[in-house]
């Protein structure tokens, strides 16, 4: 079993920048590959791929709507994954959750929510204009 627990929500101003955090517990952090999705307010709204690294944190890859803007990397030693968002726009405004694929390889990126076994609770991002 693996615990996901995001941090480093909050309310920015657009242009403004944050860190979230998700610290892993549970099983062996290396072997998963980790991603970042999101959910904006609203009826109907469904979860959003952001980004994903590899187990090794050696490949990235990331929505076109955050190219350029956000970083995803990892730190295996501290069993946590993070993403770094800066020129945040209103329109980041989410509820942004880690995931973790446990599961065996099957391709180089995971990109689609099946694609993970395990979600953290998210954390809430406020992007005023």
């Known amino acids: 079993q693996v615990q996901l627990v995001e941090s480093g929500g909050g309310l920015v101003q657009a242009g403004g920048s944050l860190r979230l955090s998700c610290a892993a517990s549970g099983g062996t952090f290396s072997n998963y590959a980790m991603g970042w999705f999101r959910q904006a307010p609203g009826p109907g709204r469904e979860r959003e791929f952001v980004?994903?690294?590899?187990?090794?944190?050696?490949?990235?890859y990331y929505a076109d709507s955050v190219k350029g803007r956000f970083t995803i990397s990892r730190d295996n030693a501290k069993n946590t994954v993070y993403l770094q968002m800066n020129s945040l726009k209103p329109e980041d405004t989410a509820v942004y959750s880690c995931s973790a694929r446990t599961s065996a390889a099957r391709s180089k990126y995971y990109v689609f929510t099946y694609e993970y076994d395990y979600w953290g609770q998210g954390t809430q991002v406020t992007v005023s204009s």
């Open positions: 980004a994903t690294i590899s187990r090794s944190g050696g490949s990235t």
